[in-house]
């Protein structure tokens, strides 16, 4: 009787025993589980963190060698990314350069800037360029070179902008701004290998009289083409 009562407490503690080391097993899975989770969250985080530190030194690095390899005569004052005038989204590609008149006549490039500076705030529209070439001969970069500016319509993501005031209605360019972005066109095509095919205007997109006095005289188009192309031959864009 003795024997088979103390067989009897052996088995209850060897269930006893095996309950616990069960148990603590189960605690250990559970808390490795949890610590790795707590693991792969920080690394996520981390590695989020790191990516989104590269992106923004990417950014600033670009921005960076643009202010070093432009020419002199560009003035650059990006806009703040904000979804009205700069989105910050990146451009698939840079297939051509697109030329616009502002349909303002008299208004000047620093003025066209702040207003698309001041469409984060009115959001009256969703408009700018990445420059604007001023009556005086002036220019301004809104927008980097690898940026999205909204100009050019269901072409905004493969080219680059270039805005043009003018001093009447007439939409010609005076003899300083058309100089001048003959310069700036011939750089951008430079830097970007485009030929003749690239040069093309607003109404080659979507049909809108702009910039109007090179729609409505079809040769002096040509002839600003043709400009652009001797400028890069002779290089004469790298000059002031």
């Not at 905004?156 to 939409?171: A, F, P, Q, R, Y």
């Given at each position: 009787m003795y024997k088979k009562q103390h067989r009897n407490q052996n088995k209850l503690h060897k269930v006893i025993v095996v309950a616990i080391v069960s148990t603590i097993f189960l605690l250990c899975l559970c808390f490795y589980g949890i610590l790795k989770n707590e693991i792969l969250l920080y690394t996520n985080k981390q590695a989020t963190n790191a990516v989104e530190a590269q992106a923004a030194a990417s950014n600033a690095k670009a921005e960076e060698k643009e202010e070093i390899t432009k020419p002199d005569w560009i003035t650059q004052d990006f806009l703040e990314i904000n979804e009205y005038s700069r989105p910050g989204k990146k451009l698939v590609a840079v297939n051509a350069i697109v030329i616009h008149y502002t349909g303002n006549p008299g208004t000047t490039a620093v003025q066209h800037r702040h207003y698309y500076s001041e469409l984060a705030t009115t959001h009256?529209?969703?408009?700018?360029?990445?420059y604007v070439v001023g009556i005086e001969g002036e220019v301004i970069q809104c927008i980097p070179t690898d940026e999205v500016a909204y100009a050019s319509n269901d072409r905004?993501?493969?080219?680059?902008?270039?805005?043009?005031?003018?001093?009447?209605?007439?939409?010609k360019f005076t003899d300083a701004s058309y100089e001048s972005t003959v310069k700036l066109t011939a750089y951008l095509c430079e830097k970007f290998n485009l030929g003749e095919d690239g040069i093309i205007r607003h109404y080659d997109v979507t049909g809108k009289i702009c910039p109007k006095y090179?729609?409505?005289?079809?040769?002096?188009?040509?002839?600003?083409k043709k400009d652009v192309i001797q400028s890069m031959e002779t290089e004469s864009w790298k000059f002031n």
């Open positions: 009256e529209a969703s408009v700018s360029s990445n905004n993501s493969d080219t680059l902008s270039i805005e043009v005031c003018h001093k009447d209605k007439s939409g090179f729609v409505d005289h079809e040769h002096a188009w040509l002839q600003f």
